[in-house]
């Protein structure tokens, strides 16, 4: 139980509680309580319990993960109750990098920058090297990264877009026909909009922009990473809708004939 006592600590420490509060919040002796955070003591499974569901964290991550090694943003995701080992999969641990008030950076994973990121995700060292910039209308309480997009399958998004995404670590809330961006084991970082059927298959299915490339389906085994789509950023001018535009010149020439008509109708 190598970080069993450092985190109960610190989430007692973040909860503002004192050891008196929370012995009696477990209804266990405050010198238990203690013995357990020195590391002195170790819990039985019972206990082991009590902990777990008082601070809404599973007992795997109280045991397995170094909680203090984790953001801000994480922290308070798994505090609000997004511990994927509550759920019965792996906590998606994400290296990150943090400003010098401790407030999360987006890093850039440019064009260059994405087949080593393909391998260098997991990476702290890997993720330090990259760019960093803010977004201030952005949430502080979420993780954000962006991805430069290359292709024409995500039209009217324009090739070379950067693409602002929100970190998923619950996978089963992937909402349907959103768009995400998704790093695959095969094909690296993919924009696409999904259709969730994890439950049913363990699948998601991806969906282009461009009716020009077909939709297929993704084993959830190949996928490494999910981000939500926010927003994004380009330097070209969306190409003209051009089937909205004959529209309207047809509305416009029919209008027009009308008048006439009208016209000669009044003579």
Known sequence: MSFFKDNIKLLRKRKGCTQDEVASALEMKRSSLSGYENGVAQPNLNALMRFSEYYGVAIDTLVKVDLSSLSESQLSQLER??????????????????????????????????AGYATGFADPDYI????????????????????????????????????????????????????????????????????NNIKESGKLKLYSLNPLYLPYELPVTEIREIWKFVNYISSEVPEPNKEKDQLAEEVKQLKQQVQAIQMKLNL
Request: hydrophobic share 35%; glycine share 6%; net charge neutral.
């Open 81 to 114: 109750g997004y511990d994927i080992y509550v759920k019965g999969s792996n906590l998606r641990v994400l290296a990150t990098t943090v400003d010098q008030d401790n407030e999360e950076n987006i890093e850039l994973v440019n064009e260059k920058a994405k």
């Open 128 to 195: 330090k090297v990259l760019p960093t910039f803010k977004l201030p209308f952005l949430s502080k309480q979420k993780k954000y990264r962006t991805f430069q997009v290359s292709g024409d399958s995500m039209l009217p998004i324009p090739d070379g877009s950067y693409v602002t995404g929100e970190f998923v670590q619950d996978w089963n809330y992937i909402r349907n026909h959103h768009a995400y961006i998704v790093l695959t084991k095969e094909d690296g970082i993919v924009f696409k909009v999904l259709e």
